[in-house]
């Protein structure tokens, strides 16, 4: 297996949990996201630092990679540094949008930290030919660099940062040696009896004896706080305690050192249209765009002049940050956050000759 060093500008972080899985439909690729909790992955009591997105890397124009990379080869590991101007050294991990396009044959891409061993799950699936574009949280190496694997035919890989995490507080260290103890010094002199206080009152009774409590054969005996006694219970099987976490669908559980917890993370999403679109269209996001994550409203509805954008997930958009790329026109686009989706415009702006992506990132 061929490997290719390859050195971005920037800097990276935290693993995310999550898995990712893809669904081709009638020639639009949805991707599908499940939170997931592992060890290996971002250090508990990380911070995330949301930035302006940006783009990280973009294998067609070898941005950010080694001069004269061109495409991420068939059935290979190319190394990308990620620490520079926008991620700080220290970042243990970074999130971005990772688009895969002009792919010769499907198969999937796999992102993990350069210093580990690669994981048997993938980040994204390609489809032959066709942009496929999914959101990857993932922990930096050491060094501060990932490890991209490429498996199937060669691919171009575009990396949109939207942003990094860096370590929180530390925990508390072991507790040194004891040190051994000094000399004792000389008794001191008696002090005079004080007088006699009054007699308290009478303590509440104790909690009866373990041996009191007349259990079953099968129950077991716990301290119950609330009620400061001992107490006979029925066993517990299979209890789930993630599980009676209820998180919802855009948060992680966490480890916050004395219990499971929730976690809100940045929710994102990716929309992209291919080179040869239709100028003047009037129809759904799921006919205008030829890719999407699945956290987009594919009902708003496009025509000429904008298109309206909707996470499923988010009630207030006026919390999310947009960018427009791959496109000349891109920097003629407006994103209005002011209604209760996203409208972006004017689309008669666009070179229809050269592909357009969207790239949001919300807070709630």
């Known amino acids: 297996m061929a490997t290719t060093a390859a050195r971005t500008r920037w800097s990276r972080g935290v693993v995310g949990a999550v898995a990712f899985s893809a669904l081709a439909l009638a020639g639009t690729a949805v991707m599908t996201t499940s939170p997931s909790v592992s060890a290996s992955e971002i250090p508990d009591g990380s911070v995330f630092i949301p930035i302006e997105p940006h783009r990280l890397f973009d294998s067609r124009s070898g941005l950010g990679l080694e001069e004269g990379a061109g495409q991420f080869a068939a059935n290979s590991t190319t190394i990308v540094a990620v620490v520079g101007s926008t991620v700080p050294t220290g970042a243990v991990g970074i999130v971005m949008n990772l688009t895969s396009v002009n792919s010769r044959d499907t198969g999937y891409v796999t992102v993990y930290p350069a210093d580990a061993s690669r994981p048997d799950t993938s980040n994204l699936n390609k489809i032959g030919g066709g942009p496929v574009a999914n959101s990857v949280t993932v922990r930096l190496g050491a060094a501060g660099d990932l490890a991209i694997y490429n498996f199937g035919g060669a691919t171009d890989l575009i990396g949109d940062l939207a942003g990094y995490y860096m370590p929180g507080a530390g925990t508390q260290g072991t507790p040194g040696p004891q040190g051994i103890p000094g000399p ?61 976490l209820d998180c919802t669908v855009n948060q992680t559980i966490r480890w916050s050192g004395e219990a499971w917890e929730c976690r809100d993370e940045p929710i994102v999403a990716t929309l992209s249209m291919v080179a040869g679109f239709e100028r003047f269209f009037f129809g759904p996001i799921s006919d205008r765009f030829d890719a999407y994550s699945p956290n987009v409203d594919p009902t708003g509805l496009c025509d000429e002049f904008f298109c309206s954008i909707r996470l499923v997930d988010v009630i207030d958009h006026t919390t999310c940050q947009v960018t427009f790329t791959g496109n000349p026109g891109a920097g003629s686009m407006t994103a209005d956050l002011s209604t209760s989706s996203i409208m972006i415009y004017p689309m008669l702006a666009l070179d229809t000759t050269e592909p357009f992506y969207v790239n949001v990132t919300c807070n709630t």
């Open 184 to 244: 004792q010094g000389p008794a001191g002199t008696d002090g005079a009896d004080g007088a006699q206080g009054p007699r308290g009152e009478q303590g509440v009774p104790g909690p009866a004896g373990v041996g009191d409590l007349g259990c079953d054969t099968d129950q077991t005996i716990i301290w119950d706080d609330a009620g400061s006694t001992w107490v006979c219970i029925d066993p517990v099987v299979d209890t789930d305690t993630l599980a009676a």
